[in-house]
């Protein structure tokens, strides 16, 4: 079964630090890979995906995510951090691309000034 | 103008009643789902339309049904609720069944006394 492991439940860092979320996969054929964002009392917001194009995908708000098969990972970072990205953040899977996603337990992101 | 939207937002009930909760998307897309969302975060796929045909049913108790009386609209009715139903449900469409870059509703906090 397909499945994505998001190694750290919390990530703290001080505002224009380095973000690093880490995201490892588990799937037997080529996955598609998505990163979501949820703020506070909010639905999911979509960052970015892989579909198997260029293996480092830019989304938005300055993130951007590289898919590295040999690791099996699908980490997200992002340059500087702003207190604005302060949220839960979510690595989903799809093994076929299609019919539905499957989620990860989420990271949330802490950023202090 | 809200992309995908759903009501109630907050729904307070007690054990046995039977509640619905309404979604709909202006956004023209084909496919269509519910996803649970536990107190730990986790979120798990419940449903999913395409032109409203159900495609994925994920082992969801009988309690749970979804009707979909147009590609726009999926709405949730839950029958006996219990205790552990208490979670946010969120709504979430996607362009078709081929492409999971979803938009979601900005959920349904259920609680169930």
């Known amino acids: 079964a397909q499945s994505v492991t998001q190694l750290g439940s919390h990530v703290s860092v001080s505002e224009g630090a380095l973000v690093l979320l880490r995201c490892n996969y588990s799937s037997s054929v080529p996955p598609y890979l998505f990163w979501y964002v949820q703020y506070p009392n909010q639905g999911l917001q979509l960052l970015l995906k892989y579909t198997s194009a260029a293996t480092l995908v830019k989304g938005i708000n300055g993130f951007e995510a590289e898919f590295k098969k040999s690791e099996t990972s699908f980490h997200l970072t992002k340059p500087s951090a702003h207190m604005s990205d302060a949220a839960e953040y979510f690595c989903?899977?799809?093994?076929?691309?299609?019919?539905?996603?499957?989620f990860g337990t989420g990271t949330r992101l802490l950023v202090s000034p | 103008d809200t992309a995908v939207s759903q009501t109630p937002k907050y729904l307070v009930t007690q054990m046995g009643n039977d509640k619905s909760i309404k979604c709909e998307q202006n956004?023209?897309?084909?496919?269509m789902y519910w996803y649970k969302q536990d107190s730990k975060k986790f979120l798990k796929i419940m449903f999913s339309y395409n032109n409203k045909e159900l495609i994925i049913n994920e082992t969801v108790p009988n309690r749970f049904s979804p009707k979909s009386p147009d590609k726009a609209h999926l709405n949730l009715h839950i029958n006996s609720l219990e205790l552990g139903d208490s979670a946010v449900y969120f709504c979430?469409?996607?362009?078709?069944?081929?492409?999971?870059?979803?938009?979601f509703g900005p959920g349904t906090r259920l609680l169930v006394l």
């Open positions: 989903a899977v799809s093994p076929t691309g299609f019919q539905k996603l499957v």
């Open positions: 956004l023209g897309h084909d496919t």
């Open positions: 979430a469409s996607s362009q078709d069944i081929g492409q999971l870059a979803m938009y």
